[in-house]
């Protein structure tokens, strides 16, 4: 029995001394979990965690900060590790949430992020399909809004290169949004198209898209945001835009107000890009 009861007090001093909280903590550091939504307030969320190597989260954890804000409109993915949450935008830009910081990171580690963005997108969205694969199989189909996953009906429609899914009811829109591309289209749209999209938005309600096509700290009237339906024309002026980096465009529009009043008017549009190479954004309505 001595030698028996020996052996068990070896055993627990031997499993007392090992290094099991160092490990443990070096485990929690190496997880990255990244996070896709298509709007702030999305219900529907797809997460993945990935093992990253110490030499990314060490990149990360140590990156020079810089004071500025973000568009919380404007962000692609949660990225979450070492117990901080961190937000990538559209731009390629990492923020950090807590700290309202952006954080100056090598070229390597972006590319890291990006690939592990795109991982989840793929499982989020899906693949898109050609027209041909998807008449072969379906001509009437159902799917799901992406911020709610909640299901709509559809039916598809001719396209030369992807399924164009057409809602069939009015509050059954955004089908880019829906798709993952909506941040792509506005991101190339000339000013005329980016109003055209912001004018959309206000009719429908949406404000996460209209507030997509601002910079994020646009100003506009708080009236705006309460009008019942607008009437748009359905071409807007092109502006020459080429070489510029801000332009006006005037808008003439019917809408109803929250009173229930008829009215119309000219709005005037300021947009901004801070290169040539940038995305138009309105800063003023």
């Given at each position: 029995m001595r030698i028996v009861a020996r052996v068990?007090?070896?055993?627990?001093?031997?499993?007392?001394?090992?290094?099991?909280?160092?490990?443990?903590?070096?485990?929690?550091?190496?997880?990255?979990?990244?996070?896709?939504?298509?709007?702030?307030?999305?219900?529907?969320?797809?997460?993945?965690?990935f093992h990253a190597d110490k030499t990314f989260t060490k990149q990360v954890l140590r990156a020079r900060p810089v004071k500025t804000a973000f568009h919380p409109h404007w962000i692609r993915a949660s990225m979450t590790m070492h117990h901080r949450t961190y937000l990538y935008d559209h731009d390629g830009r990492l923020f950090d949430a807590e700290r309202k910081t952006m954080l100056i990171i090598p070229d390597q580690v972006k590319h890291q992020i990006e690939q592990y963005v795109q991982i989840v997108e793929q499982a989020h969205f899906g693949n898109p399909l050609s027209w041909e694969q998807v008449k072969k199989s379906f001509q009437r189909m159902g799917f799901a809004k992406s911020s709610t996953s909640k299901p709509v009906s559809g039916f598809i429609r001719a396209g030369s290169r992807h399924a164009d899914v057409q809602p069939l009811t009015r509050n059954d829109t955004m089908i880019l949004k829906a798709s993952g591309h909506l941040p792509q289209t506005l991101a190339r749209a000339e000013p005329e198209e980016l109003v055209g999209y912001f004018l959309t938005s206000l009719n429908e309600h949406d404000e996460h898209t209209l507030r997509m096509t601002t910079s994020g700290e646009a100003s506009l009237p708080e009236a705006l945001l309460y009008v019942k339906s607008i009437k748009r024309p359905k071409e807007i002026a092109p502006a020459a835009a080429e070489g510029l980096s801000f332009v006006a465009i005037s808008v003439p529009v019917d809408y109803v107000a929250q009173s229930g009043r008829d009215k119309s008017g000219h709005w005037l549009f300021l947009l901004h890009r801070r290169a040539p190479w940038e995305r138009w954004q309105i800063v003023h309505v």
């Open positions: 068990l007090l070896l055993l627990c001093m031997f499993l007392w001394v090992l290094p099991v909280a160092p490990i443990a903590k070096a485990n929690s550091v190496l997880d990255v979990t990244i996070t896709i939504f298509v709007s702030p307030q999305s219900s529907f969320l797809s997460r993945i965690t």
